[in-house]
């Protein structure tokens, strides 16, 4: 089952913000982080059920090489990302998007 993913305004901003953040750290890092983000979109698109269940109906997957998790809840015909924030945010800094 593979399922179109869509993020939220709010999940587009934190990855704006995270991938800035990184390009400021290092030249390249930011579009690598973005490439790590895009493959576990793909892994969640493809296996949408695949990743544990942590809040309600919400979902979170880890993205490779980098402490951010990808928040995210499968609805009937597509996953919708709520927020992409590092692992070590307070879970209100996401729950309230749920």
């Known amino acids: 089952m593979t399922l ?44 949408p059920l ?10 979170r997957a880890w993205i490779r090489r980098f402490p951010f998790g990808i928040f995210y809840q499968v609805e009937s015909d597509d996953v919708v990302v709520i927020a992409i924030i590092h692992g070590s945010r307070h879970p209100r800094r996401w729950q309230g998007r749920a």
């Open 4 to 47: 179109e993913v869509r993020l939220r305004r709010e999940a587009e901003e934190d990855l704006e913000d995270a991938a800035s953040w990184y390009e400021s750290q290092q030249a390249g890092l930011g579009q690598q982080f973005l490439d790590e983000v895009l493959k576990a979109l793909e892994t969640i698109s493809e296996t």
């Open 50 to 59: 695949g990743f544990s269940v942590i809040y309600r109906n919400t979902r």
